[in-house]
């Protein structure tokens, strides 16, 4: 089985865009069972590090993630 971040960073960075849509199904998986790990948060980063452009929304998301993780 493939490893989930380069799967995952494949689709989100395909276009060099994150998109609302990607966001709001990033967003679904991540808070899915209440909790929030490092990894996770790290993956974020990476997207946002990696993406061309990419929406406020991502940022809200990492801040979200940020939050619950504390």
Same mark, same amino acid.
């Not at 406020?56 to 940020?66: A, F, T, V, Y």
């Given at each position: 089985? !493939?490893?989930w971040r380069k799967v995952a960073k !494949? &689709? #989100?960075l !395909?276009?060099?865009?994150? +998109?609302?849509r990607e966001v709001d199904i990033l967003r679904?998986? &991540?808070f899915a069972d209440g909790n929030v790990s490092? +990894?996770?948060?790290d993956f974020l980063h990476e997207i946002k590090a990696? #993406?061309?452009? +990419?929406?406020?929304l991502l940022d809200n998301l990492i801040e979200d993630c940020e939050?619950?993780?504390t």
């Amino acid at each position: 089985m !493939a490893e989930w971040r380069k799967v995952a960073k !494949a &689709f #989100a960075l !395909a276009d060099n865009h994150v +998109s609302e849509r990607e966001v709001d199904i990033l967003r679904e998986a &991540f808070f899915a069972d209440g909790n929030v790990s490092k +990894s996770e948060i790290d993956f974020l980063h990476e997207i946002k590090a990696e #993406a061309k452009t +990419s929406v406020q929304l991502l940022d809200n998301l990492i801040e979200d993630c940020e939050k619950k993780r504390t």
